[in-house]
Nanobody, 121 residues
Framework: QVQLVESGGGLVQPGGSLRLSCTAS????????MAWHRQGPGNVRELVAE???????NYADSVKGRFTIARDNAKNTVYLQMNDLQPEDTAVYYC???????????????WGQGTQVTVSS
């Protein structure tokens, strides 16, 4: 199996910064993409940022210019640097990877348990 462990959430004032980390372990042959999603109160889960093997990134319009996603392939870790946080960024943030357990298997999605980010004065 594959396990994802997230860290870095917490309470921050508007305009502040946080960095989330997520490390994958277990049966991993290759990780094709790594992403962060979030789900705020009363909202559906939405993609925040994604990074693929080539290094290309994709961001939700609401976070462009404020959030940066990065990955360390050697550590199977993805980061989300969040700057200029605003109350509307309050949500549970979920790490997601799409990976293969062996070279012969299709890619599957795996999810972390979620980490709370609260932006409030």
């Amino acid at each position: 199996q594959v396990q994802l462990v997230e860290s870095g959430g917490g309470l921050v004032q508007p305009g502040g910064s946080l960095r989330l980390s997520c490390t994958a372990s277990g049966m991993i042959y290759t990780i094709n993409s790594m992403a962060w999603h979030r789900q705020g109160p009363g909202n559906v889960r939405e993609l925040v940022a994604e990074i693929v093997n080539s290094g290309s990134t994709n961001y939700a319009d609401s976070v462009k210019g404020r959030f940066t996603i990065a990955r360390d392939n050697a550590k199977n870790t993805v980061y989300l640097q969040m700057n200029d946080l605003q109350p509307e960024d309050t949500a549970v943030y979920y790490c997601n990877i799409r990976s293969q357990r062996t070279r012969w298997e299709i890619s599957r999605d795996y999810w972390g348990q979620g980490t709370q980010v609260t932006v409030s004065s």
